[in-house]
């Protein structure tokens, strides 16, 4: 009998799969405290995970544990040292995420450029007749646009750039250009030339020591003025002092964020305060179909592990 511990609630839909299986045992965990968990985590033998984060301290209190499965792609929160050293199974839900957070990329979008909001309080506020006195707005038709890091969220990105007949560049050192080229996109091979030309920019990589701060004060000196920055991957990648000195600077047009350098961001931070950036609290993939299949996925990797299936691509090399 394995003990399986969920950290956080997820889906009905993967407690209805353990719910099927006689030979696990499990158990939800919503009690976010450290000694509690250590108690509960002594004998189980995988975790599904959410934000909590794991620690060594955590992951040594677990001599049992096998398998560690990520409710989500990014697994910034788990001690990867400990993980290895111990030989612990971490997988991610590769597959579950990438039409929603795409999605997002283009509410984003379309929020800053069309001025949604300031259409909506237009009317809310008895100023109709008053439209006339807005901004124009921007259009994406036509226009440049950069995808950085294409895996599955910048593949299914490019289908709805394509469906909006932008025109698609793609920025991945470790992606094949026949690949890019089959999608309908044009593979860049230098990052900080080809940001000159583009008109929205989104960012879709993991958070490393070679992609921290990768949008620094220098690379947005170098973007159009009129240039639109999208981050929904993961907080450090942007300098976040640096874009609110730009947006102030008008050496770009606007931004949007799902993610930050910390979380949930100071109430002191600057960004939040400024009207050029459109902010949303790291929900990119909150929507009832993205948490179903999410909460499907990360139960389904611990049973195939168990069963000796799992899934190689969802696997974190480490």
Known sequence: MKKILIIEKIHKSAINLLNDRKDFTFEVIEKLDLNFLKEKIKDCDAIALKTFELTKELI?????????????????????????????TLAITAKANAASVAEHVF??????SRGI??????????????????????ELWNKNMLIVGFGRTGRNLIKKCIGFEMKIYV??????????????GKKVEKFEDSI????????????????QNMINLGILRKMKK??????????????????????????IFGAGLDVFEKEPPDMNNPLLKNKK??????????????????????????????????????????
Not at 70 to 84: A, E, F, P, Q, S
Not at 203 to 209: A, F, S
Not at 226 to 250: P, V, Y
Request: proline share 3%; net charge neutral.
């Open 60 to 88: 040594e209190s677990a001599p049992k544990l096998k398998m560690i499965s990520r409710h989500g792609v990014g697994y910034n929160n788990v001690d990867l040292d400990t993980v290895k050293k111990k030989n612990i």
């Open 107 to 112: 509410f984003m979008m379309l929020n800053i």
């Open 117 to 138: 909001n300031a259409y909506d309080r237009c009317v809310k506020e008895g100023n109709f007749s008053k439209k006339h006195d807005l901004n124009l707005t921007k």
């Open 171 to 184: 920025y991945d050192p470790f992606v094949d250009r026949k690949i890019v080229e089959q999608l309908g």
């Open 196 to 211: 000159k030309n583009m008109d929205y920019v989104s960012m879709h990589l993991p958070l490393k020591t070679e992609t």
């Open 226 to 251: 009129s240039s639109i920055l999208i981050n929904t991957s993961r907080g450090g990648i942007i300098n976040e002092a640096d874009l609110n000195e730009a947006l102030n600077q008008n050496m």
């Open 277 to 318: 950036v459109f902010l949303s609290p790291h929900v990119a993939t909150f929507t009832e179909e993205c948490t179903q299949r999410m909460g499907v996925d990360t139960v389904k990797n611990i049973i195939d592990f168990f069963d000796g299936k799992l899934d190689k691509s969802t696997i974190v090399k480490l």
